[in-house]
């Protein structure tokens, strides 16, 4: 347990700081374009350890490396030619690319958690690829939440579940995307082909545009298999969720969406009142802990459309409502 979580500010100072922190092995919350994420040197097994005890994972569940460009990827990782194009058309930007480790990556085999493959992104955000750059070596990072809750978008988020667990937070303002990344596995080791393991903040019909060809989607038992952290109870909040309600309960909060709202006295939050998707992801996740913390017993939430960004919004809100898993 750590006594002081020291907050820093997004200017070359902090960023130095950060930089250094991290290399000496320190736990640092730093701000990318999807959600913040708890970032520790990757190549430090130790350090690696300990994001998993701030977070208070359960299990080891692999984590994504976060590099500075497409040729670091390439140092840790076997790039085919699928995996080439994407990084060069979509990177930096929200999409993690799971790749074979190469026999030299230098990647501590925890953050694998024993997979022969390495979730691998370079991040959107000025402030995260400086981090990186100061602290000259891949950085593991996961959202920079307790596991289980919802994910970070502001450094506010990140305070909240972790004060006194972490050594420092960087505080950049708000994530400009909200949701994460989309993660797609072109290792070539369990599944034959592109397969989209996780909707996130690329739609995957962007990806399947620039490849001329289909994606594989996974829903089933394949999807823990391959993602071992996408337990289905995921991003839960402490009231529960009812999905593509018209008409609210009597004191149910409301999670709305576009511009007919049913009347209620009941707290509201309309993720997008103009119907855009991606206002509605970027407001998600600050949107839920908002409601959850006035209290309720109940959310209620919205239809929200399926398309672009609406996949991976309705992909979180369904693990926010799946039935929790029992114990603490
Ligand atoms: O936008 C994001 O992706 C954020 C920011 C901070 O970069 N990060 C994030 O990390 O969401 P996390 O740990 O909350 O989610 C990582 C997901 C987990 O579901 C994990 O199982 C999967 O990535 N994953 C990591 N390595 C993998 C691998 N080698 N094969 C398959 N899935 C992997
Ligand atoms: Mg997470």
Redesign the pocket.
Known sequence: MKADTRRLNADDNGIAVAGRMLALGRLVAMP?E????LAADATNGEAVARIFEAKRRPRF????V?VADVAEAGELCHLDPDALLLAEQFWPG?L?L?LRRRATCPVSELV?AG?P???V?V?GHDTASAIIRCAGRPIA???ANLSGAV?PTTAAHVIADLDGRIDAVLDAGPCVVGV??T?L?VSNTAVEGPAI??P??LPAERIAAVLGRPLVEFGGPADRL?????MASHYAPQARIRLNVKSPEPGESLLAFGAVVPATCAPTINLSPSSDLREAAAKLFAALRQLDSDDCRSIAVMPIPGEGLGEAINDRLLRAAAPRPAGP
Do not use: F, K, Q
């Not at 999807?34 to 994420?37: N, P, R």
């Not at 569940?61 to 994504?64: G, M, R, S, T, V």
């Open positions: 990318t999807t959600v913040y994420g569940n692999p984590l994504i976060h929200p993690t799971v694998s997979l493959t390495l979730a992104r991040p990072a996961p959202s994910s994460e990344s993660i596995d393991l996780r996130g903040g391959l993602s071992p952290g996408m």
